[in-house]
Nanobody, 120 residues
Framework: QVQLVESGGGLVQAGGSLRLSCAAS????????MAWFRQAPGKERAFVAK????????YYVDSVKGRFTISRDNAKNTVYLQMNSLKPEDTAVYYC?????????????WGQGTQVTVSS
């Protein structure tokens, strides 16, 4: 089992940056593919980015390519999402997740979420 706790959200102006962190506990973190999702007000939760267990592969939704970077430090059991050039449409609750497999968006474990608000 994996427990996930996100941090790093907040209020930022458009064009600014934030780095989200997801601290994981549990024996299986280093073998888990990890992802970030987000849920904007009135919308369904949506995939943002994922990283494989070793950190050697990443994948992003088109809307964040070139602006967001997902990374992980297995020695610290932590996954990160560096968000640059933020836009008001990035405003959402961001969730860290452990994926069931690399080629799926099915989630085994969710974090509790962290709010990101981008003002125009």
């Amino acid at each position: 089992q994996v427990q996930l706790v996100e941090s790093g959200g907040g209020l930022v102006q458009a064009g600014g940056s934030l780095r989200l962190s997801c601290a994981a506990s549990g024996r299986t973190f280093t073998s888990s593919h990890m992802a970030w999702f987000r849920q904007a007000p009135g919308k369904e939760r949506a995939f943002v980015a994922k990283i494989n267990w070793s950190g050697g592969m990443t994948y992003y939704v088109d809307s964040v390519k070139g602006r967001f970077t997902i990374s992980r430090d297995n020695a610290k059991n932590t996954v990160y999402l560096q968000m640059n050039s933020l836009k008001p449409e990035d405003t959402a609750v961001y969730y860290c997740a452990a994926l069931r497999a690399w080629n799926t968006e099915t989630v085994n474990y969710w974090g509790q979420g962290t709010q990101v608000t981008v003002s125009s």
